[in-house]
C-alpha cells in the first residue's frame, strides 16, 4: 500500500490550505486514515482521522472546527480542509492508512501501518 500526500504550502494566519492523500496498492479500500504532524523539533501528533466507510471521524482538540476530514466515493483519496490557520499549525503532514482489517477513527501512530511521505504546511503570523 502506498501513499502519497499533496498539497502542502505557504499561507498566511487565518488562510485555508486543503491537503489529499491518494492511497493505492491495496486490494480493497477497507482502511482506516489518519493525518499526523510532525512540527520542528515536536513529536508527531494526531491531527484527524476517518474510518474506511467515510462515516465516522475523529479529531485532535486543536484543530476540532477549523479542520474537516473527508474521503471520496472511490474511498481512496482523503482530504483534509484546513480552515482558520494559526502559526502552531505549521507542520510537516503525514497520512497513514491501517491494514484493512482495522477500520476505527484511531489517534496513536501505532495503528497505522502504512505511512506517505509527508507534505510541509507553513503557516506565517
Known amino acids: 500500500v502506498q501513499l502519497q500526500a499533496s498539497g502542502g504550502g505557504l499561507v498566511q494566519a487565518g488562510g485555508s490550505l486543503r491537503l489529499s492523500c491518494v492511497v493505492s496498492?491495496?486490494?480493497?479500500?477497507?482502511?482506516?486514515v489518519a493525518w499526523f504532524r510532525q512540527a520542528p523539533g515536536k513529536e508527531r501528533e494526531f491531527v484527524a482521522a476517518i474510518s474506511w466507510s467515510g462515516g465516522g471521524t475523529n479529531y485532535a482538540d486543536s484543530v476540532k472546527g477549523r479542520f474537516a476530514i473527508t474521503r471520496d466515493n472511490t474511498k481512496d483519496t482523503i482530504k483534509l480542509q484546513m480552515n482558520n490557520l494559526t502559526p502552531e499549525d505549521t507542520a510537516v503532514y503525514y497520512c497513514a492508512a491501517t491494514r484493512p482489517e482495522y477500520g476505527g477513527t484511531y489517534a496513536y501512530a501505532a495503528a497505522y501501518d502504512y505511512w506517505g511521505q509527508g507534505t510541509l504546511v507553513t503557516v506565517s503570523s
Open positions: 496498492g491495496g486490494t480493497n479500500s477497507d482502511y482506516s
